[in-house]
């Protein structure tokens, strides 16, 4: 399947990708060979074959959710840089609008 620079310029519309002129001519050429290997797969025979949900047959194991103290506030503040009793402070990187 070739695309065409139509069809590469909806794709970045869809996409809301910014392409400049000098990667048009590998992006036509790297979507055509991609599209190109995808058409390839329709010639697999996947009769009988079940649909992957998942591509491994692992499964989470997952814990339930409890809520537990597993290190005190004053350990977790001992290496902070700057700190008060409860909260680590940082710099401020938020500006107010002064009007």
Same mark, same amino acid.
Request: hydrophobic share 35%; glycine share 4%.
């Given at each position: 399947? =070739?695309?065409?620079? #139509? +069809?590469?310029? =909806?794709?970045? /519309?869809?996409?809301?990708?910014?392409?400049? $002129?000098?990667?048009?001519?590998?992006?036509?050429?790297?979507?055509?060979?991609?599209?190109?290997?995808?058409?390839?797969? =329709?010639?697999?025979?996947?009769? +009988?074959?079940? $649909?992957?949900? /998942?591509?491994?047959?692992?499964? #989470?194991?997952?814990?339930?959710?409890?809520?537990?103290?597993?290190?005190?506030?004053?350990? +977790?503040?001992?290496?902070? $840089?700057? /700190?008060?009793?409860?909260?680590?402070?940082? $710099? #401020?990187?938020?500006?107010?609008?002064?009007?």
């Amino acid at each position: 399947m =070739k695309v065409d620079k #139509n +069809g590469l310029a =909806k794709v970045a /519309h869809l996409a809301r990708l910014n392409i400049k $002129p000098e990667q048009e001519d590998k992006l036509l050429k790297d979507m055509t060979e991609i599209l190109t290997w995808v058409d390839k797969l =329709k010639e697999l025979n996947t009769d +009988g074959i079940e $649909p992957l949900t /998942h591509m491994t047959q692992e499964v #989470n194991s997952l814990r339930e959710d409890i809520s537990e103290k597993t290190i005190t506030t004053s350990a +977790g503040l001992k290496n902070a $840089p700057d /700190h008060d009793d409860q909260f680590f402070k940082v $710099p #401020n990187v938020m500006k107010r609008n002064s009007k």
